[in-house]
């Protein structure tokens, strides 16, 4: 299976480390407005919502791209921008169902999670309540699954 | 400058609504670092330290440090500095959530508030693009409420620190609250902002803060982070519990100030501690921009009289508004703390002033009929009827709105104030914790916990255990406890780190993000600097030495009961002491030589 960032959002408390830590990596300034993770706080209801690129298996961005500059990497899955081709037309921001794909304005390229490439994804390095994880296992399902099993198991032996 | 700090200042002056843009003084930075230092050098080169705090010729600046905005060590904060219009002193309030960072993004390292509008504005930023609004249709909102019409008719992403109707009636312990839930709270720094007709400040930043040494810097962090997360305070304690945490360890060390300070240990303690809001109200855990402790409580409240959501209560609330009033009531402490919050204004004082009343009101000086109720202690809907009242500047409220000492000055009986320099001190009796006693007589803004926070090690055994009540050695902690805190908050870290870290991580992250090498040493002297520039500060403006002093209670009456029975605070042994650590003359006036050696100008 692929390894992704995983995400159980019952464990987040909004700290935004990940959009501080990401954008700091492939940006070089804590500046969480370019961060490709992101992190949204709604402090009303307290709900810590944090969203990021999937690496789709038949990407809306690569079949978008009119210059051929996104690819799927064939061993590890990551969808990636060779800032090479990339001519910053943003076809690929528009193609995106998810806005996980942006235009970076100050290189002129589409900007998006590659999974820190060949670096543990530094976001996942910096969470520090483990909300965010890098696995092939999908552990936030696995935990949903275990929590009705639980309720499940709690009901047997009543009739 | 251009990496940790942004090099930028911005100067409104809200008589001629003139909004500028200065270029930082590279100099003062250097010796003042920035948030509570540099913001206290700006106000003690702009402004006459005699200035009436109300009056337009006092300044309010908004502060943020060199590593605002970035991670590593819960670096969000930001500081409020004025002049404080409840104590007289220099004010320097603290506060953390999201807006700080988002000043940072926006391209400033401080705003300089100067004059006085004339009619109700709030300041609008957009990165470079800053503009006063009106604000007559904000004028008597709530905090929430004007935040999200703030948010709606300038921008969703925007992040807003305000004032409530407490900054606007003058409380004179009136805070200004960001983000929703987080508060600069004690000095009355909101009852400045009201003053000058200014109800808000509302930011948006898309920019970034870039440091020297990025690979330096992420090593310092991961070294902090560790750190933090490894440390039983910071890993286990805060996360777990929140600062609520403290409630029954401090009651079972017998120093639970309880019903206006007249007992150290508070029977129902177990009713208002942490464990019992995880069990009730809590509904979940919550952090500040950039910070791996998470200290902050989501709470509901469900109550058959009240039903309300919100932030807190922390520790100090459940202090002030439960065991300092001998309330018990988890659910009334939760809402005059939602109120608190709601109006804008500091739950410590707020909660010990209501302490203050129900002391006057048993001993005979308040009667029923002035305060409309009784005021007995234990009474959760009276406390939470008074912060109501106090907040809208009704009936009896209007005299909870002056404060504890102002309160009881006017019944002629001030020694039931307790409070230094007009502050009310926090949630720890000076008596059963002696460095404490010291610290709340010298802190530079009147009594006051985040000052020098010597229960770390005389309670909870960090960085070592000292014992409370000893006398030896209590001058050289609180002054080494109080440099460093001062250099914490320059830097713009979260004071709650140095649980976990110390002063020479702060140092490594300053280091590497500002390119500036500086050592401990250095830093410590930063701490020393800032404290006695605030020292000199006060002294020119009238707060002589002899303000250095605890409540008679605490000079003179034993506790009663608990651990610590029969301790009163050894004030007289410790203050030559400390002004000896100090190097000031036996006076408590910082000598010449030592202000010299220091750069501090006298």
Known sequence: MQKLIRIEPSKCVGCKSCELSCSFKNTGEFAPSRSRIINEVFLEEAQFITVTCMQCDDPWCLKACPKGAISKHAQTGTVSVDELKCVGCRTCVSACPFGMIKYAPLKGKADKCNLCGDDFPECVAFCPTGCLKFSEEDTPLREKVLKFVRTMKAGQGEV | ?602
Request: a negative charge.
């Open chain 2, 1 to 602: 400058m251009g990496y940790g700090w942004n090099g930028k200042i911005l100067r409104v002056n809200l008589t001629t609504q003139s909004c500028q843009v200065e270029p930082l003084n590279e100099e003062w930075a250097r010796d003042y670092v920035g948030g509570r230092g540099l913001a206290t050098k700006y106000l003690c080169e702009e402004t006459d330290p005699q200035v009436d705090p109300l009056s337009p010729e006092n300044k309010l600046i908004f502060a943020t440090g060199p590593l605002t905005g970035t991670y590593g060590a819960a670096n969000g904060r930001y500081m409020v500095v004025t002049k404080s219009p409840l104590t007289g002193t220099v004010a320097c309030s603290n506060s953390g959530g999201y807006f700080p960072s988002e000043l940072k993004y926006a391209g400033f390292d401080l705003i300089i508030f100067e004059g006085k509008a004339p009619k109700p504005m709030y300041l609008r930023i957009y990165n470079d693009k800053v503009e006063l609004a009106g604000a007559n249709h904000l004028w008597g909102k709530s905090t929430s409420e004007a935040e999200d019409l703030i948010r709606n008719e300038f921008h969703g992403d925007a992040k807003v620190a305000l004032i409530g109707p407490a900054g606007e009636n003058q409380v004179h312990y009136a805070c200004i609250v960001n983000d929703k839930h987080r508060a600069a709270g004690r000095s009355g720094v909101g009852m400045v902002m009201g003053s000058k007709n200014l109800k808000a400040v509302a930011v948006r930043g898309t920019g970034g803060v870039g440091v020297a040494d990025p690979a330096g810097f992420r090593e310092a962090a991961r070294e902090c982070y560790r750190m933090l997360r490894t440390h039983p305070v910071t890993s286990q304690g805060l996360p777990a519990l929140g600062t609520a945490v403290l409630v029954n360890i401090i009651n079972q060390s017998g120093a639970l100030p309880t019903r206006n300070s007249q007992s150290g240990t508070f029977d129902h303690a177990e009713d208002i501690s942490g464990e019992r809001l995880a069990q009730t109200y809590l509904k979940r855990n919550k952090s500040c921009m950039g910070c791996i402790i998470g200290c902050g409580r989501v709470t509901q409240l469900s109550d058959p009289r009240w039903s309300g959501s919100g932030e807190g209560p922390e520790y100090e609330s459940l202090w002030a508004l439960g065991a300092a009033c001998g309330v018990s009531d988890l659910a009334a402490i939760t809402q005059a703390n939602y109120l608190c919050n709601e109006y804008g204004m500091d739950t410590i004082t707020a909660g010990s002033t209501v302490a203050c009343a129900m002391e006057l009101f048993e001993r005979g000086l308040i009667s029923e009929a002035e305060a409309g109720m009784p005021l007995k202690f234990g009474d959760g809907d009276a406390m939470v009827r008074l912060i109501e009242q106090a907040g809208k500047g009704e009936g009896f409220g209007k005299k909870i709105a002056l404060g504890s000492y102002r309160l009881a000055e006017s019944y002629g009986a001030p020694e039931f104030s307790m409070s230094v320099k007009k502050l009310e001190f926090p949630a720890y009796d000076g008596r059963g914790i002696q460095g404490m006693g010291l610290e709340y007589a010298t802190s530079n803004r009147g009594a006051c916990h985040v000052r020098g926070y010597l229960v770390s090690p005389e309670i909870l055994g960090v960085p070592e255990k000292l014992d409370p009540q000893a006398i030896e050695g209590k001058a050289a902690w609180a002054k080494g406890f109080q440099d460093a805190t001062a250099l914490v908050d320059s830097a713009g870290v979260c004071l709650f780190t140095t649980f976990g870290i110390g002063v020479p991580q702060v140092g490594k992250l300053f280091s590497a993000a500002t390119g500036k090498t500086a050592d401990e040493a250095a830093l410590m002297e930063v701490g020393e600097r800032v404290w006695n520039m605030e020292r000199v500060y006060n002294l020119k403006a009238g707060i002589d030495p002899s303000q250095d002093t605890l409540p008679k209670r605490l000079l003179e009456e034993p506790l009663p009961d608990g651990p610590m029975k029969g301790a009163v605070a050894h004030l007289g042994e410790l203050l030559p002491q400390y002004y000896s650590a100090r190097g000031w003359d036996e006076k408590g006036i910082p000598t010449e030589q030592k202000l010299k050696s220091l750069g501090v100008t006298s």
